[in-house]
């Protein structure tokens, strides 16, 4: 990991086995992204595999937000899913078409400092950088890094929500 990079230290993760609505999962997700800034999301990664015990699909999204000049934060989002069949189910009287399956979602950030590599070159400028951080930011690179765990732990509550769980965190 380079000193200007600063991963999560626990990505959240979030389990679930039961009736879902894959597209209100999905929405409910960009909608969260969007809102906090993040744009451009992106869905490098798409794996859709149909078996003998239903589907299995992995998608992959990923999406940044520059704060500024120097800071930019990336999220990405892993969602597993598999044995994903789809069912009626009855909710409230009326009878939904859902998804139903194990789902498993890892919700990943970093916040990269000098994302754009002005101090990048020769280890003068990479010794500036670091002094930069230490002794110019100093306490503020934790607040950065403080912004994307919690808006991680922020939509790892809205998954739960929308799975309709609150346990298996």
Excluded at 61 to 84: G, P, Q
Excluded at 135 to 145: C, D, F, N, R, S
């Amino acid at each position: 990991m380079a000193d200007n990079e600063i991963p999560l230290d626990k990505p959240p993760v979030v389990r679930y086995y039961g009736p879902f609505h894959l597209r209100k999962l999905i929405d409910a997700i960009r909608g969260f992204l969007l809102g906090e800034g993040f744009d451009d999301i992106q869905e490098p990664s798409y794996k859709h595999k149909v078996g003998g015990e239903g589907t299995d699909l992995e998608i992959k999204l990923k999406t940044d937000r520059k704060l500024n000049a120097y800071v930019k934060y990336e999220m990405e989002i892993e969602m597993r899913i598999s044995d994903m069949k789809d069912v009626e189910v009855a909710r409230d009287g009326e009878k939904l078409k859902m998804q139903h399956g194990r789902v498993q979602i890892t919700v990943n950030g970093k916040t990269y400092l000098d994302f754009q590599k002005h101090f990048e070159g020769n280890n003068f400028l990479k010794s500036l950088r670091t002094f930069y951080h230490k002794m110019i930011l100093g306490a503020k690179v934790y607040e950065y890094a403080d912004y994307i765990e919690t808006r991680a732990m922020r939509l790892q509550d809205l998954i739960k929500r929308t799975l309709g769980t609150e346990t298996h965190g």
